[in-house]
């Protein structure tokens, strides 16, 4: 059984840190892509970045527009875990978390099209940025 469990959520000021974690069991890091997906209170869940590697060298990020330069996903097959390092948090990244996977694709801009399908998710995390 496939399971992920998301930590690292918290309450930061504006300007600050926060780096998420994404454990996953029950799964092979080189069959899949996973990543990141956030629901802010009243809006759409969106995709924030994603990442996958078929050979566990040479690995396929993605980022939203709104957090390229700001946030880096990376991924640890060996402790079946990916990471995202949040810097220069501003306030309308307040939202739940999500971490999610998807069997047999590779990381892309096609990310945050595919919420709606995606079948494993996390329980998510809570990230609140005050200004």
């Known amino acids: 059984e496939v399971q992920l469990v998301e930590s690292g959520g918290g309450l930061v000021q504006a300007g600050g840190s926060l780096r998420l974690s994404c454990s996953a069991s029950g799964l092979t890091f080189a069959d899949y892509a996973i990543g990141w997906f956030r629901q802010a209170p009243g809006k759409e869940r969106e995709g924030v970045s994603c990442?996958?590697?078929?050979?566990?060298?040479?690995?396929?990020?993605w980022y939203v527009d709104s957090v390229n330069g700001r946030f880096t996903i990376s991924s640890d097959p060996a402790k079946n875990t990916v990471s995202l390092q949040m810097n220069s948090l501003k306030p309308e990244d307040t939202a739940t978390y999500y971490c999610?996977?998807?069997?047999?694709?590779?990381?892309?801009?096609?990310?945050?099209?595919?919420?709606?399908?995606?079948?494993?998710w996390g329980q998510g995390t809570l990230v609140t940025v005050s200004s």
């Open positions: 990442i996958s590697s078929m050979d566990g060298s040479t690995f396929y990020s």
């Open positions: 999610a996977a998807d069997y047999g694709t590779l990381c892309g801009s096609g990310w945050p099209t595919i919420y709606k399908i995606l079948e494993l």
